[in-house]
């Protein structure tokens, strides 16, 4: 079938044809002044989108989960400590990456639908007065829950106890998509992918490291060669990389920094925030609740719907996808089946929102769930009807 519908994961995201373009370019040899011109944007640009104020941005040929251990093997040595709260699976990964490194991972264990527990946090850093911790990982956006953490309340709460552990943050579903603040929040290392909020394929990982992090380098004894945060510092000093980078991407990616620029990210973000409200709306009016414990944990970028009591919504899934060709998320992990991920996030607007909407009210009444055709987008519809930005009621 030639018409293609729109995305409702939470990443990959749809690829607006400007950054498509953008990344199909013929070969330049990546070790001429050309490879600078494409590759210099990009790296000024992620800086603006992470808030970022002293320190340098890596743009890996990986993914997130290669962020997180470039994170990790460039600053930590085998037995060293962090702190980590695991209330999902992509909180859970990074732990397990780490302790796979040899690493000792203090784990603070929350309910899934809970994001970072601040007290608890708090706690261990001040039970902890030798400074054994070294780092702090925090994921910013659970993608499996749907839920956000309080990450200026993690620097608070490092502060609050006088310890100097590094900070480090997970924020593959939540930048370009989310507020995001390096520098006023105090992250030493944050964490992106390309496919999520740049709108890109995947295939790059992105890093902002504050100077603290990158002094630790200096002292980590974690075998690194690929993710070596020196070697990649060295050849940027030349213009160019240690190997053969992902030129199409970094250029797609510079072209998705001026797309998001060109909205305003402050734009951007209440875009992502009217959305996931939108959802919100039908998500009650299903009769249902976000597997986010409350409002203030709210995803902007990605709901996990808890499913009625006897429904299964790894059936929705599968159902959407078989027959009417439409993407959602399935639960992970501990919520396998208990719900259903609606992404909405990266290229993405209020109609198409609704769309999704109403293919899973399709297959909510195929399955025989108790739910109303058009209760869901009649309350979403609602709300954007009745919420459309200035910008637009002006055009
Ligand atoms: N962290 C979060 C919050 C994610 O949502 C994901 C992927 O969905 C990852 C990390 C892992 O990223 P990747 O799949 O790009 O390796």
Redesign the pocket.
């Known amino acids: 079938m030639s018409a293609q519908n729109p995305l409702f994961i939470?990443?990959p995201t749809n690829i607006p044809d400007r950054i498509r373009k953008a990344c199909d370019m013929q070969t330049i040899d990546h070790r001429s002044p050309a490879f600078a011109r494409v590759f210099k944007p990009a790296i000024a640009g992620v800086k603006r989108v992470l808030g970022m104020g002293a320190g340098e941005v890596f743009i890996f040929p990986s993914?997130?989960?290669?962020g997180?251990e470039a994170a990790v093997s460039n600053t930590l040595s085998p037995g060293d400590t962090l702190l980590a709260a695991r209330f999902g699976m992509?909180s859970h990964?990074?732990i397990d990456l780490c302790q796979r490194h040899g690493l000792n991972v203090q784990v603070i264990e929350a309910p899934w639908g809970q994001g970072a527990p601040l007290a608890a946090i708090e706690a261990a850093l001040r039970a902890d007065t030798g400074h054994a911790i070294r780092v702090v990982l925090a994921?910013h956006?659970?993608?499996a829950t749907g839920v956000r953490s309080d990450i200026a309340g993690i620097r608070r709460a490092l502060d609050a106890a006088g310890h100097p552990a590094l900070l480090f943050v997970?924020g593959?579903?939540s930048i370009g998509s989310m507020p995001f603040d390096m520098a006023g929040w105090g992250v030493d290392v944050a964490?992106a992918?390309s496919?999520?909020g740049f709108m890109l394929p995947?295939g790059l990982a992105i890093l902002g490291v504050s100077p603290k992090a990158l002094a630790a380098i200096e002292t980590a004894t974690l075998p690194r060669t690929f993710f070596d945060f020196r070697d990649m510092a060295k050849a940027y000093v030349a213009g160019g990389y240690p190997y053969t980078p992902a030129v199409g991407l970094i250029a797609g990616l510079a072209e998705a920094v001026e797309m998001l620029e060109e909205e305003g990210l402050e734009a951007v973000y209440a875009r992502h925030h009217r959305l996931a409200e939108g959802v919100r709306r039908a998500v009650a009016a299903w009769g249902m609740r976000p597997c986010a414990a409350s409002a203030d944990l709210y995803s902007d970028t990605v709901t996990a719907v808890l499913v009625p009591e006897g429904c299964n919504g790894t059936d929705l899934v599968r159902l959407a996808a078989d027959k009417y060709r439409v993407a959602f998320g399935v639960g992970l992990g501990e919520v396998a089946g208990r719900v259903f991920r609606i992404g909405h996030l990266g290229s993405l607007t209020d109609v198409m929102v609704l769309a999704g909407l109403a293919t899973a009210e399709m297959c909510m009444a195929d399955l025989g769930w108790p739910v109303r055709l058009g209760s869901g987008v009649a309350a979403a519809q609602e709300f954007y009807r009745g919420s459309v930005p200035a910008m637009l009621a002006a055009a």
């Open positions: 939470p990443g993914t997130g989960t290669g997180w992509f990964r990074w994921t956006n659970e993608t997970d593959v579903s964490v992918g496919q999520k995947a």
